[in-house]
């Protein structure tokens, strides 16, 4: 699996980095209460109140970083298969009078020729010599038409 534009699904990580941050930072105040005058409280030590070291909402947490990286794969567009099939090619040979020597142009469409490929031969109009060319090329002659890449 590959992602199209895998910034977003960086960038929603290290948002959810943030949430996790931030859920582990933000202490909660204890709620305040009226105190009662000082003749009514008794002559026991003072005790101060300590914030419990457990986190919680753990699922509230899970949730909203759970949101984020989807919606950040998401945007990241994941291709589960990628679509690459073999590349076809169409070589454009010139049989015009403007050409030296059409044998040379012919050797280098049989170098560079494999299955699947086309070759069109062109003057003042076109011929296409199909998918299998290498025997037809041999037949390729220079005319004294003049060549007009239009026409291919």
Do not use: C
Not at 40 to 48: E, G, I, K
């Amino acid at each position: 699996m590959t992602f199209l534009a895998p910034a977003f699904l960086w960038g929603a990580l290290a948002v959810a980095a943030g949430i996790v941050a931030l859920h582990f930072i933000v202490t909660r105040q204890p709620r305040a209460s009226v105190l009662p005058t000082a003749r009514f409280v008794p002559d026991s030590p003072a005790t101060a109140i300590v914030r419990d070291a457990r986190p919680s909402d753990l699922l509230l947490m899970l949730l909203r970083v759970l949101v984020v990286l989807a919606a950040g794969t998401a945007l990241a567009k994941p291709v589960f298969k990628a679509n690459r099939q073999a590349i076809g090619r169409v070589f454009l040979v010139d049989g015009s009078r403007s050409t030296s020597n059409i044998s040379e142009a012919a050797d280098s469409v049989r170098a560079l020729f494999h299955d699947g490929d086309a070759v069109v031969v062109f003057d003042s109009a076109a011929h296409s010599l199909g998918t299998s060319p290498r025997d037809s090329l041999a037949t390729a002659r220079k005319t004294d038409a003049t060549g007009s890449l239009s026409v291919a």
